[in-house]
């Protein structure tokens, strides 16, 4: 692998702050650190970078250890949530500042730079200083900046939380086009599963400085390995149940059996933590193989191109969220209609924690801060 962490821990105090990390990343691929605040993704990150020196594991770059080499000589390039520009020199100096303290000859450097504005759309702006910018320009100088010394792993910390939300959104598509068409190992660190989820070859979650779970953006939302990562990922309904039988898979929920697609890794007769996501519930019967529950609609949001519906389940104190594209032809159910709602076995999931239901991590109401 040509990035690869093993066994990095690192303690300020009597705090741990990042618990035995092990990651390998191949050349060229864009791996997300994705956590809450405090987790330890920024610290895994300055790792990398040098800015912090792991209390113990390795750290290799196409296979050299450089866990404890300098930071301005492990030919990394780190972009920050604050752009941290110059504010005294002009866009171009800015960008050709990493060069310049390298002795790149002028004329290198200046075709280097020129390149660069290019790449970053740019091309006009190198007379200009960062004052005369906007934030997401700032931004693209940052990246060019960090990008101008051509180095081996460019690393990305919180980038975009500064922005607006559209130009979070065209600045992260210009990030993902550049990173693929260079080719450059990349990893990101962010709170937002939706940047994670966009841009990542791969995903790590993180919590309290320990890995939840490494995998593809597919992986991490359709079968999270622990209810951390099913809370923290995408909107999701958690409810209460009883494992009635492992092998099959089934479970029961306020009087009711469902049948997931698989078997389930907990005890028959343990209780569980049934996860669904809310664009897997449909209104109705549903198939012959479909799992079905009753309740009462609580609540309904219009949120532009979906109508988010909130049912109370019948027999059970959970409140289950379900999407369904808006219809302007077609009256969305009103408070207190009574509904069956149906699922197919593949869309139920099993963890084998003790219950805390209801709709979470990525409900406008509920998201994680």
Same mark, same amino acid.
């Given at each position: 692998?040509?990035?690869?962490?093993?066994?990095?821990?690192?303690?300020f105090?009597?705090?741990?702050?990042?618990?035995?990390?092990?990651?390998?990343?191949?050349?060229?691929e864009?791996?997300?650190?994705?956590?809450?605040?405090g987790?330890?993704?920024?610290?895994t990150?300055?790792m990398?970078?040098?800015?912090?020196?792991?209390?113990?594991?390795?750290?290799?770059?196409?296979?050299?250890?450089?866990?404890?080499v300098?930071?301005?000589?492990?030919?990394?390039?780190?972009?920050?949530?604050?752009y941290?520009?110059?504010?005294?020199?002009?866009?171009?100096?800015?960008?050709?500042?990493?060069?310049?303290?390298?002795?790149? /000859?002028?004329?290198e450097?200046?075709?280097?730079v020129?390149?660069?504005?290019e790449?970053?759309?740019?091309p006009?702006?190198g007379?200009?200083?960062?004052?005369?910018?906007?934030?997401?320009?700032q931004?693209?100088?940052?990246?060019?900046r960090?990008l101008?010394?051509?180095?081996?792993?460019?690393?990305?910390?919180?980038?975009?939380?500064?922005?607006?939300?559209?130009?979070?959104?065209?600045?992260?598509?210009?990030?993902?086009?550049?990173?693929?068409?260079?080719?450059?190992?990349?990893?990101?660190?962010?709170?937002?599963?939706?940047?994670?989820?966009?841009?990542?070859d791969?995903i790590v979650?993180?919590s309290q400085?320990?890995?939840?779970?490494?995998?593809? /953006?597919?992986?991490?939302y359709?079968?999270?390995?622990?209810?951390?990562?099913?809370?923290?990922?995408?909107?999701?309904?958690?409810?209460?149940?009883?494992?009635?039988?492992?092998?099959?898979?089934?479970?029961?929920?306020?009087?009711?059996?469902?049948?997931a697609?698989?078997?389930v890794?907990?005890?028959?007769?343990?209780?569980?933590t049934?996860?669904?996501?809310?664009e897997?519930?449909?209104?109705?019967d549903g198939?012959?193989e479909?799992n079905r529950?009753?309740?009462s609609?609580?609540?309904?949001?219009?949120?532009?191109?979906?109508?988010?519906?909130?049912?109370?389940?019948?027999?059970?104190d959970?409140?289950?969220?379900?999407?369904?594209?808006?219809n302007?032809?077609?009256?969305?159910p009103?408070?207190?209609d009574?509904?069956?709602?149906?699922? /197919?076995?593949?869309a139920?999931?099993?963890?084998?924690?003790?219950?805390?239901?209801?709709?979470?991590a990525g409900?406008?109401?509920?998201? /994680?801060?």
């Amino acid at each position: 692998m040509f990035l690869s962490l093993s066994g990095i821990r690192k303690q300020f105090g009597d705090h741990v702050a990042v618990h035995s990390f092990d990651l390998d990343a191949a050349e060229g691929e864009f791996v997300s650190f994705l956590g809450p605040s405090g987790c330890g993704k920024t610290t895994t990150l300055r790792m990398i970078a040098g800015f912090e020196l792991p209390d113990a594991g390795s750290i290799r770059i196409a296979g050299e250890e450089i866990g404890r080499v300098p930071a301005n000589r492990r030919n990394v390039g780190m972009v920050f949530q604050s752009y941290a520009l110059f504010p005294n020199m002009s866009v171009a100096d800015n960008i050709a500042f990493g060069l310049k303290m390298r002795k790149v /000859p002028a004329a290198e450097r200046k075709a280097r730079v020129a390149e660069l504005l290019e790449l970053i759309h740019l091309p006009q702006s190198g007379g200009k200083y960062p004052y005369e910018l906007s934030g997401g320009m700032q931004q693209r100088v940052a990246l060019a900046r960090a990008l101008a010394i051509r180095p081996r792993v460019l690393l990305l910390d919180e980038p975009l939380s500064a922005l607006d939300a559209k130009i979070r959104l065209s600045l992260r598509q210009e990030i993902r086009a550049i990173q693929r068409q260079l080719g450059i190992t990349t990893v990101y660190v962010t709170h937002d599963q939706e940047e994670a989820l966009s841009l990542s070859d791969r995903i790590v979650v993180m919590s309290q400085g320990r890995i939840e779970q490494t995998g593809t /953006p597919s992986e991490i939302y359709n079968a999270p390995a622990t209810e951390f990562v099913a809370r923290f990922v995408g909107t999701l309904n958690l409810l209460p149940a009883t494992v009635t039988d492992a092998a099959s898979g089934r479970v029961r929920i306020a009087g009711r059996e469902l049948r997931a697609a698989s078997a389930v890794e907990a005890p028959s007769g343990s209780s569980a933590t049934v996860a669904l996501r809310p664009e897997a519930i449909v209104i109705g019967d549903g198939g012959s193989e479909a799992n079905r529950l009753d309740g009462s609609v609580s609540d309904v949001t219009f949120l532009g191109s979906i109508v988010r519906i909130r049912v109370r389940v019948e027999g059970v104190d959970a409140v289950v969220a379900l999407d369904t594209f808006n219809n302007p032809h077609e009256a969305p159910p009103r408070i207190g209609d009574h509904l069956r709602l149906a699922f /197919p076995p593949e869309a139920l999931l099993v963890l084998p924690h003790a219950p805390d239901a209801g709709p979470v991590a990525g409900d406008e109401s509920l998201a /994680p801060a």
